[in-house]
């Protein structure tokens, strides 16, 4: 995979459907400022002599070696549909699987089986409050019916609540019981979020509620309409309650929140349809800015619609696509989806197509993807189409090749006859939701699926306050801006699947030439959601496209280009050795020795960046171009401890990873076989492969407090698992005070206790760089205690910061011994490598780091047994 590409990938996120932009941007002449083109085969055409204009050469950069990767050896990205509705456990249709994320509880039943769940999965409620003869009513519903075994239920049938603390999913569960029949029979729950709220009222201040079905749902399973009414125990029963104090007002004003919130959204809601709701409306209240009054009417006008059309968007938004077939269309939720879909087209939301007058090229080519072999081989039968192939793709081929002004209605006919109506969301409908996700989420790797986790309990996010400060988005024009950089980006991204050049030269171009405003003068909170910073990321991955291409004179330009715009970026290391090396690729040693030694003197090129730049110079600075040698004491005064162990090899390929057998005669990797050196002969080592993993879970359980402390601006959604600014220089800056009191208390010897506390009170919520499942709380206390406090405040000290450049690269290696005494110990960082492998840039300068820290460090470098 090309250097720059995963990056892009996680910009990009889920791919759209469709780009609005995509023919405005491939149409629009771009300034070639590349002198690049390519040739009918799609190979790049050398131009004669090497005209690329320089920018002006700007004050330096750094990071690893050539990182450039043959385009051989590049990975298929998987496109994976999130459809969120299914459950992973649950057999998927081909169009709708559901890829969940994280490897953990395989369920076996759908979502929607969870939606009428008790407590933890029901559906969303509307609440209305009056006061009917004194007494307080509230107007909510029954959920889990499919927890009961009545099955018919009457109009005015009287109910009574009963607390369920024994529940194992919800202890604040509130059963609703039948009055009626003599042995109190279940019926199911109050809504969660009711339950919530009236749980410590019913526990606390000892109220009954009593009540009576106002309506009867058609299907047995929804939601059941009831009126709970709170009777006075005593005349002044609701007085006395109130005068305890401010906890039954403050209980009781939540009640009336949860109230107000939830008759937004009418009865009967699915679960997923009142997270989409909620999306829509939390987006439309607090960016109301960035959408046009159109815009707004449009994306208000969702809630309007019918339950059935509702469900059905949402469930085809979260679907492949982009066409689908009316006959695969069934979901038990919905009863009648050709009248939703109607509705749908309608209100704008889809289009369908059942004539043939209404099918273009583009629409049958896309439809066509909906025919089996089968129907693909009927329609080339009956038109003596031949197919050279018999994959469907072939078929589609063919087919497609005979389509054209003549032939168009009989073959548009023909598609139709066998695929019926179909249907596809709305290009207007699909941008503007995508908007709404991407203003919600703030990336592209979360999506409606996020709710899914959080609500079954998989994902629990981190407690924090979204403090208001300036908007990300300050204006639409920004955002539209930044749209369309995601689009190119996406542009760029399947281009290079499908290995069109052209494109892909056409994508760096228009990167190349709108970059030039520079982002200095956007907050740096906030400069990864800017239009230079996203064509930022493509200029660098065309840098490794042309690389790959030996066009080593357009990938210097481009570099150029980047460093002059960006001046304040902690990626200018790495342009900065790509700089260098490309130069002296092109022959020329002195330029590139210049951009290294100006490199160093840029406050921006850190970590292994600035190792990289020295050892370049090292190697460059020798007379006659430099009669003076450098001295970079970090990398000549402080030698690495090594040491060289043996082992029987099992496979030398080169580019494979080498594999042993070790002393127990079961193959291993170079790791392990370290490892059980360590914990014989190397000393009685107690150990375990954790690279930066066990760091920065630790960081993140001393720092916990600070992560999610409140700071305006840092906090924007519910589903972030570490404030935006980690990455930057005002993380440190901004909490300084807080971080060098908490390392001193670390230094000072309370690293084991507030570790203990970190994860007993927060174990299983997630946290960018907190590894969960590697790692177990005795092993996290040995690290600590053996390592030391002052070693482990040095450490977060430099991740505190600077997150982005130091979250990578560490030992691979991380081995403990406790003396005798069991309290006191040692601890040690190894780095393995095996005969032919080589330190990277980084890792050295986290050696080097370590070792000036006081850690105890070293190199095990592992070669196979003379045979």
């Not at 009248?339 to 099918?359: H, I, P, R």
């Not at 273009?360 to 693909?376: A, F, G, R």
């Not at 007993?760 to 600590?784: D, I, Q, Y």
């Amino acid at each position: 995979m090309l250097t720059g590409r995963e990056s892009l990938l996680r910009l990009i996120g889920k791919r759209r459907r469709s780009l609005p932009s995509r023919h405005n941007l491939l149409s629009t002449p771009t300034p070639n400022s590349l002198n690049l083109d390519v040739n009918d085969s799609g190979n790049l055409i050398s131009p004669t002599r090497d005209n690329i204009r320089s920018p002006e050469t700007p004050t330096s950069p750094g990071n690893s070696d050539d990182l450039c990767l043959s385009r051989k050896n590049k990975k298929k990205r998987r496109l994976t549909q999130t459809t969120l509705l299914q459950w992973s456990g649950s057999k998927q249709s081909e169009d709708s699987p559901f890829i969940h994320p994280q490897k953990q509880q395989q369920q076996q039943q759908s979502i929607l089986e969870f939606d009428d769940d008790s407590s933890s999965e029901e559906i969303s409620k509307t609440v209305a409050l009056d006061e009917a003869n004194g007494d307080e009513a509230i107007q909510t519903f029954i959920v889990g019916r499919k927890f009961s075994d009545i099955q018919d239920l009457e109009v005015g049938a009287k109910i009574c609540l009963l607390r369920h603390p024994e529940n194992i999913k919800d202890p604040n569960a509130i059963k609703v019981l039948s009055s009626d029949s003599g042995l109190s029979e279940m019926l199911g729950y109050l809504p969660k979020d009711v339950s919530q709220c009236l749980s410590p009222l019913i526990d606390q201040y000892g109220l009954k509620f009593e009540g009576t079905i106002t309506c009867v749902p058609k299907n047995s399973s929804e939601a059941v309409p009831v009126k709970v009414v709170c009777h006075k125990m005593t005349s002044d029963g609701w007085k006395e309650s109130e005068s305890a104090g401010g906890d039954f007002k403050l209980l009781w004003e939540k009640v009336l929140q949860v109230v107000e919130h939830q008759m937004q959204f009418p009865p009967k809601t699915t679960r997923y349809q009142l997270n989409f709701n909620v999306l829509v409306q939390e987006v439309l209240r607090s960016c109301s800015h960035l959408f046009t009054a159109d815009e707004k009417t449009f994306l208000e006008s969702f809630p309007s619609l019918s339950e059935d059309s509702q469900r059905l968007f949402i469930r085809l938004y979260t679907r492949k696509g982009p066409w689908f077939r009316l006959s695969n269309i069934s979901y038990p939720e919905v009863s009648d989806s050709l009248q939703a879909l109607k509705n749908l087209t309608v209100s704008g939301f889809m289009s369908s197509v059942e004539d043939a007058n209404d099918l273009s090229y583009q629409k049958m080519k896309e439809i066509t993807e909906l025919l089996n072999i089968t129907e693909l081989r009927d329609i080339l039968s009956v038109n003596k189409v031949f197919s050279r192939g018999s994959r469907k793709r072939d078929l589609i081929d063919s087919l497609c090749s005979y389509y054209n002004d003549r032939t168009r209605m009989d073959i548009g006919t023909m598609i139709l006859e066998r695929t019926g109506l179909c249907a596809k969301i709305s290009s207007t409908a699909e941008s503007l939701i995508w908007r709404v996700e991407r203003l919600f989420f703030l990336n592209g790797e979360q999506d409606l699926s996020s709710f899914v986790l959080l609500d079954l309990g998989i994902i629990k996010y981190p407690t924090y306050k979204c403090i208001d400060s300036d908007q990300i988005f300050s204006d639409r024009a920004k955002l539209l801006a930044y749209e369309e950089a995601i689009e190119v980006a996406q542009l760029m991204d399947e281009s290079l699947d499908s290995e069109d050049s052209g494109t892909v030269l056409k994508c760096i171009m228009i990167a190349e030439t709108r970059i030039s405003s520079s982002s200095s003068s956007e907050s740096a909170l906030f400069n990864c959601f800017t239009a230079p910073w996203v064509y930022s990321k493509m200029v660098l991955l065309g840098v490794s496209f042309l690389e790959n291409q030996k066009r080593y004179n357009q990938a210097v330009y481009l570099l150029r280009r980047l460093l002059s715009c960006f001046n304040c970026d902690g990626r200018r290391g790495y342009w900065t050795v790509r700089l260098s090396t490309d130069l002296e690729n092109m022959g020329r040693p002195n330029e590139s020795l210049s951009v290294a030694e100006q490199g160093l003197l840029d406050p921006w090129v850190r970590a292994g960046s600035r190792i990289a730049l020295q050892r370049r110079i090292l190697r460059l600075a020798k007379p006659p171009r430099r009669w003076k040698t450098p001295t970079f004491p970090n990398l000549i005064d402080n030698k690495i401890p090594e040491v060289t162990i043996q082992g029987r090899s099992l496979n030398c390929e080169v580019g494979m990873k080498n594999r042993f057998y070790g002393e127990d005669g079961e193959q291993c990797g170079v790791e392990q076989l370290a490892l059980q050196y360590y914990n014989g002969e190397g000393g009685g080592w107690q150990g375990m492969h954790t690279e930066s993993s066990i760091w920065l879970t630790i960081f993140g359980l001393l720092m916990w407090d600070i992560l999610f402390s409140d700071v305006p601006g840092v906090f924007q959604t519910r589903f972030q698992t570490a404030p935006l600014d980690l990455d930057t220089e005002s993380f440190y800056l901004t909490r300084k005070e807080t971080i060098e009191s908490q390392l001193e208390r670390v230094a000072n010897g309370m690293a084991e206790e507030i570790l203990i506390i970190s994860y007993e009170t927060h174990r299983g919520t997630a946290c960018r760089g907190v590894a969960w499942e590697r790692f177990s709380l005795e092993e996290l206390r040995a690290a600590v205690a053996c390592v030391g406090g002052k070693c482990v405040a040095s450490l977060c000290r430099y991740l505190a910061q600077d997150y982005r450049s130091w979250c990578s690269g560490m030992p691979d290696l991380l081995l403990w011994r406790f003396k005798e005494n069991g309290y006191e110990g040692e601890a040690k960082l190894v780095e393995v490598k095996s005969e032919k492998d080589r330190l990277s840039e980084q890792q050295r300068a986290w050696l080097l780091l370590l070792m000036d820290s006081g850690f105890n460090v070293e190199i095990c470098k592992v070669r196979p047994a003379c045979v």
